[in-house]
């Protein structure tokens, strides 16, 4: 037997990164023929080099830099279909035995949000300016696998407009403004991760500044970055990881009177576990008055790796008894699956 260990991951978001690897008996020398479906991309290759091109999906593989180990990253497609099955192949030959072949299947994914439903008028019942009542929603279902990620964006001429909510806001940035104390601390004290905490640092000035806005693709990019970057350095330094940790609580419960009514946001954070659509700015409120008033605009939809799928347009009046705020996450009904 030549081979060891083959790995190929059984599924993969649609765009992403799938890596994987063959082990084999290392005193054998070996060579390894290559097939794989069009809608993958060869980006990088580990302990080797591709050598003869069979054709466009088609390689054979002799020359490693330690014998025993390959390792192939791909990129995958974004389909049309939001679920689809690729193939790849290994035969793997020795001198004087049997040639292996190793065929493994990936299941490529992506979310795939549908407007169920959308009522043409929202009626609303209030009790001191604060939302008691909503008549209807935007119904979204997710029938497709995987997280998606979703905002409203509403266009320059709409009536109603997205807006910060005065007391959670307030909090949100009070506690920044003492965070961002302790990071310049921890800069000084941890100097070898100067850069990745300045980073973190001018994205949380940015976003601090920009809360009324649904975070474009280029943002979430470079926020996913940013996340993996610490989550590899808290998984290296617990010394680190443990300051921070005390950093955060310290500036969160220094400014936890400043909160109030947050019960529908609770309940709205819980809910995220069953979901699989996650609202961006879900605190943000569309302001209601007396005068019926009309929202124009358009739902926008992303995956976890920022990918942007075609917006949803939407268009619909909004009457209320008294002048009063809708947090947008109470504005949608979601469901997942067909």
Aim: charged residues 25%; hydrophobic residues 40%; proline residues 4%.
């Amino acid at each position: 037997m030549i081979i060891k260990k083959a790995f190929v991951p059984s599924n993969c978001l649609q765009g992403g990164k799938l890596v994987t690897y063959l082990l084999w008996d290392k005193t054998k020398e070996i060579k390894i023929i290559l097939k794989f479906s069009k809608s993958l991309d060869i980006i990088e290759v580990y302990n080797g080099e591709l050598g003869v091109k069979l054709s466009d999906n088609h390689f054979e593989i002799t020359k490693f830099e330690s014998n025993g180990y390959l390792g192939i990253a791909f990129k995958t497609m974004i389909f049309t279909e939001y679920k689809k099955t690729e193939e790849i192949t290994f035969e793997i030959s020795a001198e004087g035995e049997e040639p292996e072949i190793v065929n493994k299947s990936v299941f490529l994914f992506r979310p795939e949000v549908k407007l169920q439903h959308f009522p043409s008028l929202i009626t609303l019942e209030s009790n001191n300016k604060k939302l008691t009542k909503i008549t209807d929603g935007i119904h979204l279902n997710n029938i497709g696998d995987g997280m998606a990620v979703i905002g409203m964006k509403p266009y320059d001429n709409s009536q109603i407009q997205l807006h910060e909510p005065e007391n959670i806001y307030k909090f949100l940035k009070s506690i920044w403004e003492d965070l961002i104390g302790s990071l310049e601390n921890l800069k000084q004290k941890f100097p070898e991760y100067d850069d990745a905490f300045s980073e973190y640092i001018d994205f949380g000035n940015y976003i601090v500044t920009h809360l009324d806005e649904i975070l474009d693709m280029e943002m979430m990019t470079r926020h996913k970055k940013l996340n993996d970057t610490f989550e590899n350095i808290f998984l290296s330094n617990m010394e680190l990881t443990e300051q921070y940790i005390e950093c955060v609580s310290t500036a969160y419960l220094k400014n936890y009177h400043l909160i109030t009514n947050i019960e529908n946001f609770v309940n709205y954070l819980k809910s995220i576990e069953n979901n699989k659509i996650l609202i961006v700015n879900p605190l943000l409120v569309l302001r209601a008055t007396k005068t019926l008033k009309r929202f124009e605009g358009e739902i926008l939809i992303f995956d976890l790796n920022g990918h942007k799928y075609p917006p949803i347009p939407l268009s619909f009046e909004v009457n209320c008894d008294d002048d009063c705020e809708i947090p947008m996450h109470q504005i949608f009904v979601i469901k997942n699956g067909a």
